[in-house]
Each structure stands twice: as C-alpha cells, then as structure tokens.
C-alpha cells in the first residue's frame, strides 16, 4: 500500500523544523506497527527556486519507507507512507493532518506490490509453486 499526502495550509514553524520532522519518522512506524531499521535522514533545503526551500526526510522501514518533504514558503507539504504491510490509511493521513496542523489534504492510496503482470505468468508462477510442493508418496 501506498499512501500519498499532499497537504496545504498548515503551521509553516513546523514545516521548518526538523525535529519535528525527524521525530515524527522516528516515532511513527511503532505508531504503523512498522520496523524502523534506520535512523531518519533530515536536511534543509534551499537551493536556486526560493519557493522549494524547506525540510526533507526519510526513513527506511522493513516494509518500506516514509517520506515527507515541506515546501513552507508555499504553505505545502508531500508525505508518503509505502508499505507492503496493511495499516489504516485513514488513521495515517488524520496523523498527518495533525503532525503540520494542514487545513486540507488531498490524497491517493495505491495498491502495490501487484504479483503477476499478467494471468497466463500468475498461472505458470502458481503452477511451479505447486509442484515444488508435491511431496513424493511413494
């Protein structure tokens, strides 16, 4: 699954701040019931646009990741949560609501991790899993 937030209007002291950010992307994959298995990366950004500056940040998860990258000067925020375990999407964009104190959101789930590409693969591909799994009764 994957969750994609993009959130206007929010608390820009926030969006500057990287403890803000780096706490959240060390406290939050408990919140998911996710594994943390790095530190979060943090940096500030201001490079040649004056509008782009603001705080980025990662952290690599064992399902994933999740990133958010604010943009104060434009009252914007992107925050994406990728996992390839389920967690509750609606609970996770209210947390993001809350995190940047944003007026509105919009946002986009995707369906990851699709097996096949197509039925005749997903056949062939559960057809030798199958007979991998026979057990010889003689």
Not at 3 to 14: E, Q
Not at 23 to 43: A, H, Q
Not at 109 to 136: F, P
Request: net charge negative; hydrophobic share 35%; charged share 25%.
């Amino acid at each position: 699954m994957h969750l994609i937030i993009d959130g206007y209007g929010g608390d820009i002291s926030k969006m500057w701040d990287m403890e803000t950010v780096r706490s959240f992307l060390t406290e939050y994959p408990d919140n998911l019931g996710m594994t943390r298995i790095t530190e979060p990366n943090v940096i500030e950004y201001n490079g040649p646009n004056y509008d782009d500056a603001g705080v980025s940040g990662f952290v690599i998860i064992a399902e994933s990741h999740i990133s958010i990258h604010t943009f104060p000067r434009r009252n914007y925020v992107n925050i994406d949560i990728f996992s390839c375990k389920a967690f509750d999407n609606a609970q996770a964009l209210e947390d993001a609501k809350k995190l940047f104190s944003l007026s509105e959101v919009k946002s986009l789930v995707l369906d990851r991790g699709l097996e096949w590409l197509d039925s005749d693969q997903g056949l062939n591909e559960t057809s030798s899993q199958r007979d991998a799994l026979v057990v010889d009764r003689s």
